[in-house]
């Protein structure tokens, strides 16, 4: 099991590889959620200033 792990003399390039590729798919998720929010926040504003100005 260990061999696995190690994979050699390649396991910390291998394991840091997949270790770097999970960070980043968390961040892009991160950032996608937060610029949807953003979105749908801005959205709402303008169907609210809409909905005012044909009052």
Same mark, same amino acid.
């Given at each position: 099991m260990? @061999?696995?792990f190690?994979?050699?003399? $390649?396991?910390?390039?291998?394991?840091?590889?997949y +270790?770097?590729?999970?960070l980043?798919?968390v961040? @892009?998720?991160?950032?996608?959620l937060? $610029?949807?929010?953003?979105l749908?926040q801005?959205? +709402?504003?303008?169907?609210?200033?809409?909905?005012e @100005?044909?009052?």
């Amino acid at each position: 099991m260990a @061999e696995f792990f190690a994979m050699g003399t $390649h396991g910390a390039y291998i394991w840091g590889s997949y +270790g770097v590729t999970a960070l980043f798919m968390v961040g @892009e998720t991160i950032l996608v959620l937060r $610029h949807k929010r953003t979105l749908l926040q801005r959205l +709402g504003r303008m169907v609210r200033l809409n909905a005012e @100005e044909q009052r």
